[in-house]
């Protein structure tokens, strides 16, 4: 039931995403196709135009989206903030979903104009969403408890059990298959052929079923934590070198926003207030 509740969570606002975009898409198309030059003659340039009741209000909205994203994601790392209500895995995944689609709506408030220092909070927040998306992947590759921290390597090895102890515990193995079971385990790469082969192994040698269903869930679960443990140590290289290209490209992003808006305000641009 969670997982279905989860998953029409990320649903929901995928299709807000798509949603939003479709409408913005739809109703500036005829200004937007416009070539630069000639957008000033279109009957509704005051509209859509950055510095327009419209434009403006689509980059003030979505840059607040972003920022509240970013803030209320920092404050549950860190600080615990909302910890007892919200876990840190969906609130991960509502702070993707403002910073998609806060800078779609910046997006739209540029008009699809870029140039100078614009251009330079642009791209910087392109490769911020890019490398979110990319940071989500890693993200979700790493063992977590079920409020979402982390596990260290210590705690996911201590997991794993004695394997031919285990087996022993409920099923009487000879030493010849406890050494087929071990090779399995201890194998680079596991793979269902080897499964395959073990469990009609075990059927020559007259297991009856349910010890047969034990052995191989016993054995699925231990390929399975170990490889949790190489997935461990790969995904936490990845996600300290990923913070090398995603926080940089957010602050750079966040230093241009404050300029733009304290240029903004001091030129007398208040949208509607």
């Known amino acids: 039931m969670k997982k279905q509740i989860h998953t029409a969570y990320i649903i929901v606002m995928i299709l807000i995403i798509i949603a939003v975009t479709f409408y913005l898409s739809y109703t500036g198309y005829t200004y937007y196709k416009t070539p ?7 009957p509704q340039h005051t509209w859509f135009k950055p510095s327009g009741a419209y434009g403006h209000g689509l980059g003030i909205i979505g840059t607040f989206l972003i920022l509240f994203g970013v803030t209320i994601y920092i404050a549950r790392k860190r600080y615990n903030f909302l910890s007892k209500i919200i876990r840190l895995k969906y609130l991960l995944e509502f702070h993707i979903f403002l910073c998609t689609l806060g800078p779609i709506m910046v997006l739209f408030h540029t008009a699809f104009k870029f140039g100078g220092i614009v251009s330079i909070a642009f791209w910087s927040m392109v490769a911020v969403v890019l490398s979110g998306v990319i940071g989500r992947f890693i993200y979700i590759q790493i063992p977590r408890t079920l409020e979402g921290r982390e596990l260290t390597l210590n705690e996911v090895k201590g997991l794993k059990t ?8 409920e099923v009487v193995v000879d030493a010849e ?10 194998s680079e790469r596991p793979s269902t052929k080897d499964l395959r082969k073990l ?61 733009h808006v304290a240029v903004t305000l001091a030129f007398g641009y208040k949208w509607i207030f």
């Not at 004695?162 to 515990?169: P, Q, S």
């Not at 298959?177 to 201890?186: A, F």
């Not at 052995?215 to 300290?240: A, C, N, P, T, Y």
């Open 199 to 259: 469990k009609k192994e075990l059927i020559k040698k007259k297991f009856p079923k349910e010890d047969r269903n034990y052995i191989l869930k016993l054995l699925k679960d231990d390929i399975s934590l170990s490889g949790k443990i190489k997935r461990l140590l790969l995904m936490q290289r990845l996600f300290k070198y990923w913070h090398v290209a995603h926080l940089p490209f957010a602050l750079i992003m966040l230093i241009i926003v404050i300029i």
């Open 177 to 186: 298959m406890r050494q087929v079971i071990l090779n399995i385990s201890n």
């Open 162 to 169: 004695d394997l031919a102890t285990a087996i022993n515990e």
């Open 36 to 42: 630069l030059e000639e957008r000033f003659y279109h």
